[in-house]
Every structure is written in C-alpha cells, then in structure tokens.
C-alpha cells in the first residue's frame, strides 16, 4: 500500500510559478513509477508528468502543453515527488492528483493504482 498526500497548490496570476508536492509512505518510494495528472471542471482526467527511476538512469516524460515549463522531480529520502510549474497559464487551471504505479514508465491514468485526494490550483489571467 501507497498513501499519497499532495500539498502546494493555490491561487496565482498568469505567468507566476508554484511547486506542488507530493509526500508517499508505505513502501519504498523509489520502486515506483510517480505521475501528476490533473483534471479541469467538465474534462476528462489528464497526464502532466513522470518518473521512473527504475530505468536504467532515471525517465521523465511531459505532456506537450508543459514541456519547458513543468519539471517534475523526487527526493527518494524524504519519500516526496514535486512538480515546479512556471510560467502557468490559465489553461493550467484544474485539480492536480499525484499517482504511482509499481511498474514501469507509463502516462496513461488507468494504469496508476495508488492516487492522492488533489491539490487545487487556480492560475487567473
């Protein structure tokens, strides 16, 4: 079993930056694929970003709308995922969940088994 704890969300004007985290307990962080997805009122729940750190090296992976803009990043240690926004846009508006899986690299939802309650985050223009 995975507990997920998300935390860092909140209201800011268009083109500011937030950090959003991510705090796991239960087993062994670092065996797990770790992904943030959000999901705007009236639309369907999306990919943003993330790691897998049992590749051989560690594998990252963006939604287009992100890249450049989005980092998403782990302290095995403290057992903790971030993701830094910058640049946030309107559009980035939405409920953002953190996810893990224990498997491989992946960006689909339906594969995540364990997910966190959300962090809201509200970019105004």
């Known amino acids: 079993q995975v507990q997920l704890v998300e935390s860092g969300g909140g209201l800011v004007q268009a083109g500011g930056s937030l950090r959003l985290s991510c705090a796991a307990s239960?087993?062994?962080?670092?065996?797990?694929?770790m992904g943030w997805f959000r999901q705007a009122p009236g639309k369907e729940r999306e990919f943003v970003a993330a790691?897998?750190?049992?590749?051989?090296?560690?594998?990252?992976g963006y939604r287009d709308s992100v890249k450049g803009r989005f980092t998403i990043s782990g302290d095995n240690a403290k057992n903790t995922l971030f993701l830094q926004m910058n640049m946030l846009l309107p559009e980035d508006t939405a409920v953002y969940y953190c996810a893990a899986r224990p498997g491989s690299y992946s960006a689909y939802a339906g594969s995540y088994t364990y997910w966190g309650q959300g962090t809201q985050v509200t970019v105004s223009s």
């Open positions: 790691i897998d750190w049992n590749w051989s090296g560690t594998k990252t």
């Open positions: 239960g087993r062994t962080f670092s065996t797990y694929t």
